[in-house]
């Protein structure tokens, strides 16, 4: 079992930056790759970026590519996203989530095992 606590959330606006968090607690964090995913209202959760066990190797969506950067601290358990530039299209609760796979496999939520509960991003225009 793993537990995910997302923050950082909350409203911006456009051009503005956040810094979202995520901490783990429970199963061996470092051993895990993370995800952060997005739900906008009406729409599917879309993968937003991972990152491998280690810290060596991001993946990001086309959408937030040069904008957001995902990292982690396996000392703290703890998984970042930082957001930078954001737009209103970003809006959308993000959640964390842990994955026992790599590479291409991190793209798809369906290799995910545990999630978080959420946390709000709106972004004002």
């Known amino acids: 079992q793993v537990q995910l606590v997302e923050s950082g959330g909350g409203l911006v606006q456009a051009g503005d930056s956040l810094r979202l968090s995520c901490a783990a607690s429970?199963?061996?964090?470092?051993?895990?790759?993370m995800g952060w995913f997005r739900q906008a209202p009406g729409k599917e959760r879309e993968f937003v970026a991972a990152?491998?066990?280690?810290?060596?190797?991001?993946y990001y969506a086309d959408s937030v590519k040069g904008r957001f950067t995902i990292s982690r601290d396996n000392a703290k358990n703890t998984v970042y996203l930082q957001m930078n530039s954001l737009k209103p299209e970003d809006t959308a609760v993000y959640y964390c989530?842990?994955?026992?796979?790599?590479?291409?496999?991190?793209?798809?939520?369906?290799?995910?095992?545990?999630w978080g509960q959420g946390t709000q991003v709106t972004v004002s225009s």
């Open positions: 990152i491998n066990w280690s810290g060596a190797r991001t």
């Open positions: 429970g199963r061996t964090f470092s051993n895990l790759a």
């Open positions: 989530a842990t994955s026992r796979y790599s590479g291409s496999y991190l793209y798809s939520e369906s290799q995910y095992d545990y």
